[in-house]
């Protein structure tokens, strides 16, 4: 691969750095963004071809980057990495202009892939075996959460929750499958 740009946007200084040194030794030039305007300044000024965006950047939500670096440019590939994967969050990626939606832990292969490969389907986005009673809970915590537009006491309401038992379980990572 000669000379293609990949902005890494992402709060975590560690997998930040990790994924900036493998993909250079793969031959891409990265700019690394923690937040919001870092990222939208930096696609106001230089060319990317791919992206990745995590969905949740200190108090911010990657899904507003979306709309916004599509705008600047049109024809970059975009990636939703997440920790907190859900299909609520997965479907609102796509809608909003992301090319692939990936969980957490991702290797860079798993990230380029993605990227340079088909483009995301609904059928990706379905588990082959069925949920499990916690992980519906989750998927209906973030369905919820999402239309709340990410406003924690609005969504504790909705779900006729107390505030403080929805912020601890949305700080657990999501149960598996």
Do not use: C
């Given at each position: 691969?000669?000379?293609?740009?990949?902005?890494?946007?992402?709060?975590?200084?560690?997998?930040?750095?990790?994924?900036?040194?493998?993909?250079?030794?793969?031959?891409?030039?990265?700019?690394?963004?923690?937040?919001l305007?870092?990222?939208?300044?930096?696609?106001?000024?230089?060319?990317?071809?791919?992206?990745?965006?995590?969905?949740?950047?200190?108090?911010?939500?990657?899904?507003?980057l979306?709309?916004?670096?599509?705008?600047?440019?049109?024809?970059?590939?975009?990636?939703?990495?997440?920790?907190?994967?859900?299909?609520?969050?997965?479907?609102?990626?796509?809608?909003?202009?992301?090319?692939h939606?990936l969980?957490?832990?991702?290797?860079?292969?798993?990230?380029?892939?993605?990227?340079?490969?088909?483009?995301?389907?609904?059928?990706?986005?379905?588990?082959?075996?069925?949920?499990?009673v916690?992980?519906?809970?989750?998927?209906?915590?973030?369905?919820?959460?999402?239309?709340?537009?990410?406003?924690?006491?609005?969504?504790?309401?909705?779900l006729?929750?107390?505030?403080?038992?929805?912020?601890?379980?949305?700080?657990?990572?999501p149960?598996?499958?």
């Amino acid at each position: 691969m000669s000379e293609s740009h990949f902005l890494i946007v992402d709060d975590d200084p560690v997998f930040s750095r990790v994924l900036a040194r493998s993909l250079t030794r793969k031959g891409y030039q990265t700019q690394v963004a923690s937040d919001l305007q870092t990222a939208i300044s930096l696609a106001e000024t230089e060319h990317f071809d791919l992206a990745s965006v995590d969905l949740k950047l200190d108090q911010e939500s990657g899904l507003q980057l979306i709309p916004r670096l599509r705008a600047l440019q049109p024809h970059l590939r975009i990636l939703m990495l997440t920790g907190y994967a859900s299909i609520a969050t997965a479907v609102e990626a796509i809608k909003l202009g992301a090319d692939h939606y990936l969980p957490k832990p991702a290797d860079t292969e798993q990230i380029l892939q993605a990227l340079l490969g088909q483009a995301f389907t609904a059928e990706a986005a379905l588990p082959s075996e069925p949920m499990s009673v916690s992980r519906l809970e989750w998927e209906h915590i973030q369905k919820v959460l999402l239309e709340q537009e990410g406003n924690i006491s609005a969504t504790a309401r909705a779900l006729n929750m107390h505030r403080r038992t929805l912020q601890r379980k949305l700080a657990k990572y999501p149960v598996k499958r």
